[in-house]
Each structure stands twice: as C-alpha cells, then as structure tokens.
Nanobody, 124 residues
Framework: QVQLVESGGGLVQAGGSLRLSCAGS????????MGWFRQAPGKEREFVAA????????YYKDSVKGRFTISRDNAKNTVYLQMNSLKPEDTAVYYC?????????????????WGQGTQVTVSS
C-alpha cells in the first residue's frame, strides 16, 4: 500500500531553519505532484507548497515565498521542504501529500494520499 512518511520536524527558535523530508513507497513517485500542507491548532489545513510531477514547477503560499523551498529527488522517492527564517506563525503539523499527475493544486481535496504529519514548533 501507499505510504508517505514525514520526518525532520522539531522545535526551533524564530529565525532558524528546518528541513522536512517525506519518503514515499508503494507508488510511482515520479508521476505524482507532491505537496506540503500544514495545520495549526484550531485552524484548517492549509496549502504550503507543491512541486509538479513533470518538470518540477513549484508553487508556494504567499507567506512562505522566499523563505521555504520545495524540492524532490525521484531516485530516492523523497520530497523536501527547506524552511528558513522561521516565524512563530509557522508552528503547525506539516503533512506531505501526493496527487497523481496533479497540476499543483492548493486544495487538500485534490490529493490522493497523505502522510501522518510532523510537528514544527517555532518559539519566539
């Protein structure tokens, strides 16, 4: 079965960096658009970034542009989210998701598979 496993979350001070990883198995990873979403307590899950399955076009939430970078390594079936200049408002559980030949949707309903999430906490 398909599994997406996130790692790399943790506690960091404001201004610091973290790199999240998401390893996929049981799917043809290279033909899935991969996305990162996040959910803070009491809030809806929201789009953060996505990388297209073909050509690697990237998409970002406005508030993370210039701070976060999404990338993928199809040979390792892994997608990454490099997060720099972290702010307390970035605190959330971060989820990766896979969308079969997706267009880079910002809508969580557009994704086929989800990981279990990894906690990111940014202290002020």
């Amino acid at each position: 079965q398909v599994q997406l496993v996130e790692s790399g979350g943790g506690l960091v001070q404001a201004g610091g960096s973290l790199r999240l990883s998401c390893a996929g198995s049981g799917l043809a990873f290279s033909i899935y658009t991969m996305g990162w979403f996040r959910q803070a307590p009491g809030k809806e899950r929201e789009f953060v970034a996505a990388i297209h399955w073909s050509g690697g076009t990237t998409y970002y939430k406005d508030s993370v542009k210039g701070r976060f970078t999404i990338s993928r390594d199809n040979a390792k079936n892994t997608v990454y989210l490099q997060m720099n200049s972290l702010k307390p408002e970035d605190t959330a559980v971060y989820y990766c998701a896979a969308d079969f030949r997706g267009s880079g949707s910002r809508i969580k309903g557009g994704y086929d598979y989800w990981g279990q999430g990894t906690q990111v906490t940014v202290s002020s």
